[in-house]
């Protein structure tokens, strides 16, 4: 099973940019769907991104426009830039491997999340 590790969480303030990253163990990864998550406290896993095995890629209406999702399948990395980010997007940002789609059951493998703040 593939195994998933992000990096690039901050502290940022409203209005910044970031990149996360997340590299993946295992030698199928070019044939999995990867997609972002975010987790505010107290609230569901929600979608952010996603990006097929050929990359198509898929974004939630809130974040299209400002945030990109690309794959490197040699480096067996896909990353998210997040642009003009909101206080509203602070929350634990996890990376998921699955078949893709815009819900948690279309993923079977997680990394361990990686904490983004965005201060006003």
């Known amino acids: 099973q593939v195994q998933l590790v992000e990096s690039g969480g901050g502290l940022v303030q409203a209005g910044d940019s970031l990149r996360l990253s997340c590299t993946a163990s295992?030698?199928?990864?070019?044939?999995?769907?990867m997609a972002w998550f975010r987790q505010a406290p107290g609230k569901d896993r929600e979608f952010v991104a996603s990006?097929?095995?050929?990359?198509?890629?898929g974004y939630a209406d809130s974040v299209k426009g400002r945030f990109t999702v690309v794959r490197d399948n040699i480096k067996n990395t896909i990353y998210l830039q997040m642009n003009s980010l909101r206080v509203e997007e602070t929350g634990v940002y996890y990376c998921?491997?699955?078949?893709?789609?815009?819900?948690?059951?279309?993923?079977?493998?997680w990394g361990q999340g990686t904490q983004v703040t965005v201060s006003s």
């Open positions: 998921a491997a699955g078949l893709g789609g815009t819900s948690v059951r279309g993923y079977g493998a």
């Open positions: 295992g030698r199928t990864f070019s044939s999995y769907s």
């Open positions: 990006i097929s095995w050929n990359s198509n890629t």
